[in-house]
């Protein structure tokens, strides 16, 4: 399993979202991508985006506004 990193700090929408979804696209099932972000709207997008792509997901609130979103590329995507 292989964790990757990607900064979306200062990023609005879509942008962390289409970054997101590029990366994933070059994960292996069961890899984890950990999204860095500020704005709330950005980890409720993708996290109703996961949600509707059966992709497991995480959100944790930092503080000072900042959120790591956990997602997992499940099997066979």
Do not use: F
């Amino acid at each position: 399993m292989t964790v990757r990193k990607v900064d979306c700090l200062s990023e609005l929408c879509p942008i962390p979202l289409l970054r997101a979804m590029q990366e994933l696209k070059t994960m292996e099932p069961g890899d984890i991508l950990i999204l860095n972000c500020d704005h709330s709207c950005v980890a409720i997008d993708i996290e109703k985006w996961a949600l509707e792509k059966e992709y497991p997901i995480q959100l944790v609130e930092l503080g000072r506004g900042e959120w790591e979103v956990y997602i997992q590329k499940p099997k066979g995507k």
